[in-house]
């Protein structure tokens, strides 16, 4: 599968922004996505996971509340609504897919997934 994520941007603090990752080449309702970020010197971090059939999700501790990750499997697509942003959530923002055989299982590990987009960067002033 293909990955192309989108939306980063310059933002002030407080404001919003809505990222997308569009998958193409196989079966989109087949996978567990995942979104992951980094800065440069720093490993890449766990920011959200939901699992095939959307009904499950988990956060990192420090976007809980912020952020909401979702998936419309009709456009093949998962999206990131980011809201209040902080200037700590500056980064490089990758969405990820594996394969699971369970519509309920999800992934917060980095190396459990295959699949890697090229990453939209969002920046935030204060």
């Known amino acids: 599968v293909q990955l192309q994520a989108s939306g980063g941007g310059l933002v002030q603090a407080g404001g919003s922004l809505r990222l997308s990752c569009a998958a193409s080449g196989d079966t989109f309702s087949s996978y567990v996505m995942g979104w992951f970020r980094q800065v440069p010197a720093k490993e890449r971090e766990f920011v959200a996971t939901i699992s095939r059939s959307g009904a499950r999700t988990s956060y990192a501790d420090s976007v809980k509340g912020r952020f909401t990750i979702s998936r419309d499997d009709a456009k093949n697509t998962v999206f990131l609504q980011i809201n209040n942003l902080k200037p700590e959530d500056t980064g490089v923002y990758s969405c990820?897919?594996?394969?699971?055989?369970?519509?309920?299982?999800?992934?917060?590990?980095?190396?459990?997934?295959?699949?890697w987009g090229q990453g939209t960067l969002v920046t935030v002033s204060s």
């Open positions: 990820a897919a594996v394969r699971a055989a369970a519509s309920l299982d999800y992934f917060r590990n980095y190396g459990q997934y295959r699949y």
